[in-house]
Each structure stands twice: as C-alpha cells, then as structure tokens.
C-alpha cells in the first residue's frame, strides 16, 4: 500500500538516522551524500518499485543500482525498515565479516540488485538490466541513482548514448544534485552543467526536481511511465548532509562519521524531526 506524504517524511528522517547510526559505528563511511539521497530511496522503495522483501530475487521485481554506491547507509536503512533485514545489522556497517559493507554487495546483503562503488559503473549495470527486460519481454523497470561528481565520469556517458540508442524507456536514472563532491564544490572541480541539455542531447527525456519533495518525486516518477521510446532522467536538487543541521551544505561530511558529541547532536535533531513528522501523520 502506498505511504502518504506525511508517512514517506518519517520514513525518509528514520533513513537519516540510520545513516548516521551506521557511519558512527564504523567510525567511517559517507554520511552527506546518503543523507541528500534519503528522501529519493524511500519514495522508490515505498511508493514506486514494485519488490517483495520476502522474495527478493524474485524474477519480475523491478531492479535498482546505487550507482554512487558510497551512499547505501541510508540506502540500507530504507531495507532494513522496507523489511529486508533487521535495523540492527546498521550498527555493523563495514565491520569484518558484516552483512553491510561500505559499498552495496548483492550476493551478501538481500534488497541489492548490484554491487556497486566504482563511480561511473552502476549506470551502465543498470542499463544492462533495462535490455535484459527488453530481450525477456518482462515489465519490470530499472531505477539508478548518480552523484552529481559522478557524472563527471565518461562511462556515465558512454552509458547514457546506450540507454537512448536502445530505447531503455523502462530506465529511470536520478542525479542526487548535492553539489559537492569529495573534493568540493561539483562546479569549481569540474563543472556539469547544463546537465539537463547534456541528457537530453544525448537522448533522454528529462525532469527538473527538489529533491526533498516527495510530490515532485511522484510527478517525475509519473511522467516517466508515459515517456515512450526514450530513457528517462531526473535531475534531483538537493542539500549535502540534508536533516542535520551542522552537516548541510558542508563539504567535510562527504567522508567522515561523527564523533560522540557530534553524534549525540545529530541523533537529537533526528529524533525531534521524526517525532514532530509523527505527530502530523
């Protein structure tokens, strides 16, 4: 049953925390980028993608890439509370021998279509999966998420000509547009834009969205369905470290867990937002 917008913002915080909760117990990970990617995963997979937890290598489920595959915590998160594992499996991420690693791995973690991590590959993965239900007959569809520094990868472009070339109008691909990146600021690094004219020049069909909106989300999402003949993609503006407040915009947090206090501080503010989102429910 599909969540309402009130129930998917709960959901989308209680991502967040668990990102958090996560990275602070692997004293390590990327808390920014899986926080700005939060709201996208839990509309994919509470709104969107048609996928049973009890079943999932179930043939006909719609498949999804974590192309920026440094961002699962909060990805995990969303699988854990979708019902793939149990939520304590986050305070193991990246421990020896743990279900959850750094970067998702589908032969170990239920709910991973593709292992994913080196930038630039995960689109092309997906692109592989949207051919397969074409040479299949099969209607399920194909869902990726990119950072915005990622697109500046030449597979991610090579990948983009394959998917228009073939008509993949069962491929989704999001742009989790942060704008930052490892080393700072997307544009000042290597610019991207304009992405929108990039995408459709090489024959995509393309939607410019807050991605923090989950009606846009679903308006983008619902656009797509009627695209024919044409790969789709997203441009999804959003905010580094979304839900916490000394982690927004801050370029710092694409690769550092919190220390104690830091915890303490963000796991209130999570907690104070999820329960304010509850009340409205």
């Known amino acids: ?67 920026k595959g440094h961002c699962c915590p909060s990805l995990y998160a969303v699988l854990a509370m979708k019902g793939y594992f149990d939520w304590k499996e ?17 032969k170990s973690t239920p709910g991973v279509d593709m292992s994913s991590g080196s930038l630039g590959q995960g689109v092309s993965a997906a692109c592989g999966m949207a051919l397969a239900a074409k040479f299949d007959n099969k209607d399920y569809r194909v869902y990726t998420v990119l950072g915005d520094g990622e697109c500046e990868e030449g597979q ?3 990948a983009a ?43 995509f069909e393309v939607a410019k969205i807050d991605g923090h909106s989950f009606e846009d ?19 999804a503006k959003t905010v580094k470290g979304k839900g916490v407040s000394f982690m927004e915009d801050q370029v710092g947090w694409h690769g550092k867990a919190c220390n104690d206090e830091e915890f303490k501080l963000a796991v209130k503010e999570l907690e104070d937002e999820i329960a304010r989102l509850e009340a409205e429910v």
């Open 217 to 235: 989300i679903e308006a983008a999402l619902n656009k797509a369905k009627t695209v024919k003949g044409k790969p789709f993609a997203i441009l």
């Open 161 to 203: 000509m394959f998917a228009a070339h073939n008509k993949l109008d069962n491929l989704v691909i999001f742009v989790d547009q942060n704008g930052l990146q490892i080393d700072g600021a997307v544009e000042e690094v290597c610019g991207i834009e304009p992405l929108d004219k990039k995408f459709e020049s090489f024959g």
């Open 1 to 67: 049953m599909a969540k309402s917008f009130a129930e998917l913002k709960v959901l989308a915080a209680k991502a967040r925390l668990g990102a958090v909760i996560g990275t602070y117990h692997a004293k390590s990970g990327h808390p920014g980028g899986s926080l700005s990617a939060a709201d996208i995963f839990t509309y994919l997979y509470f709104n969107e993608m048609n996928v049973n937890p009890e079943k999932p290598d179930w043939e006909d489920r719609d498949r999804f890439v974590l192309s």
């Open 90 to 106: 986050l305070e193991s991420l990246r421990h020896v021998g743990a279900m959850l690693q750094g970067h998702p791995d589908m």
């Open 156 to 158: 991610v472009w090579e």
